[in-house]
């Protein structure tokens, strides 16, 4: 039987845990800034790198279901006869029907994604994970957050494109929207950034406030015109310059009435509908994004009572994914965004007798937006011959496989240099030319 619980002493360190949010990282190339903030900033404690000039390139937004979602009840297989006999309580009824599939129907709280889907701007993979899963949370995040099966990857897969092709002052070239660096993005020589919202990012000194502390930055701004042969005097130099960069290109967002999108977000006590406001603001803005990390609404580890809490989870994330997708084209800035959904692994396809699911394997994930194929990737393999031998789906495609072709066919990026072993995996079709 496949594990439901984690051991502690056994879970892989995540990509970028050696990384200090409060310090300098020396590198051989040079000097590196890693920026994790949250909240208001301490210019003289964190080091505050800045953003580059505005980048109209494209943008991938990443969006995690935390704790392995269940496959089949975002597309549940009511044609299939063991359906309901593999699960007797959480059997569910209603919704859309997925069209490209006649066996498979959409969760009634997926029908903004069965929208989206029959304008073509959704494509659904109903199947997928990698050869002999581990049905350990920390360890299969940590494969998917890497882009490897492999434990000891310090690098998310983000983070290591980021590191080909960023560059070392633009902290917002990679930004986790959760307050704390998702390891996703974590690199090895490029600075990256987090925040809560572009709104709640800010500078703070101890005793400095009002219009002495505007002269004050605006000051330490100009410090970065100074020469010097100083390499400790010119790294300060550059951190103050940057700063004052970044400082002038937030500013906006100081003001609420520039967060208030041209359509209407779900109104729940939840950040996910605020985050994806708060960045389609800064993307209609021209800010130079390029990788954007966030955490969908809830929490998918259903052992128990998994109906109800499943439910109200989708529905706040679906609804906002659709929100933030009309946001994006309402500002008209939706070809340069694609946005990928995606959970650790699905759940065990049998419920178990507390009225939920354990760990699975195969699972779901979505790519959102108005340039992708829409076209199912993989197919669902049914629960006659598609179930392993502990009773979970297997998977029909690699996620290695999935990254491999928005990082070719959406970023332009080598596969190869980014995600190990690449050439082994199958590129499917993600992305209308």
């Not at 494209?58 to 269940?70: K, T, Y």
């Not at 007797?88 to 859309?96: E, H, W």
């Not at 580890?301 to 933030?324: I, K, N, R």
């Not at 507390?354 to 699975?360: A, E, N, P």
Request: hydrophobic share 40%; proline share 6%.
């Amino acid at each position: 039987m496949g594990r439901c619980c984690d051991d502690a002493a056994l879970r892989p360190p995540s990509a970028g845990s050696e990384l200090s949010r409060r310090a300098f990282l020396a590198r051989s190339l040079g000097l590196a800034l890693t920026v994790y903030g949250t909240g208001r900033l301490s210019l003289f404690d964190d080091g505050i790198a800045a953003a580059a000039s505005a980048s109209q390139g494209r943008i991938l937004v990443s969006v995690f279901l935390e704790g392995g979602a269940d496959a089949l009840s975002l597309l549940y297989p009511s044609g299939d006869p063991l359906y309901r006999k593999l699960r007797p309580q959480l059997a569910l009824s209603g919704g859309t029907p997925f069209t490209e599939d006649d066996r498979l129907v959409w969760h009634p709280s997926l029908d903004p994604l069965a929208q989206l889907h029959a304008e073509g701007k959704v494509t659904v993979v109903p199947a997928i994970g990698y050869d002999h899963p581990d049905q350990s949370h920390f360890t299969s995040r940590h494969f998917w957050e890497v882009g490897a099966t492999e434990t000891g990857l310090q690098t998310g897969w983000l983070g290591r494109y980021l590191d080909h092709v960023g560059t070392m002052d633009n902290p917002l070239q990679g930004v986790s929207i959760t307050g704390q660096l998702q390891p996703a993005l974590a690199t090895s020589r490029v600075p990256v950034a987090a925040i809560n919202g572009p709104g709640e990012y800010d500078f703070w000194t101890p005793g400095v406030w009002n219009v002495v502390e505007e002269h004050m930055l605006d000051t330490l701004g100009r410090f970065g015109s100074i020469a010097s042969r100083d390499p400790a005097m010119r790294q300060v130099a550059d951190v103050a310059v940057q700063s004052n960069r970044l400082r002038r290109q937030l500013l906006p967002f100081a003001d609420k009435k520039k967060l208030i999108p041209p359509v209407a977000y779900p109104t729940v006590d939840d950040d996910f509908p605020k985050r994806l406001a708060g960045l389609a603001a800064m993307i209609g803005a021209g800010l130079p994004l390029h990788c954007v990390a966030l955490e969908a609404s809830g929490e998918y580890d259903t052992h128990s009572g998994q109906a109800t809490p499943l439910a109200t989870a989708l529905d706040t994330t679906a609804s906002s994914l659709l929100a933030f997708q009309r946001d994006l084209e309402a500002r008209g800035v939706a070809d340069r965004v694609l946005t990928l959904v995606w959970s650790e692994f699905g759940r065990r396809a049998e419920e178990n007798g507390s009225g939920g699911t354990d760990h699975g394997a195969a699972g779901a994930a979505f790519l959102i937006g108005s340039r992708v194929a829409g076209k199912m990737v993989g197919e669902f393999p049914g629960l006659k011959t598609g179930l392993d031998r502990d009773g979970n789906l297997k998977p029909t495609a690699d996620f290695r496989g999935l990254y491999s072709s928005v990082l070719e066919q959406w970023l332009h990026a080598d596969a190869g240099a980014i995600v190990p072993n690449a050439h082994h995996f199958p590129r499917p079709v993600l992305v209308r030319s």
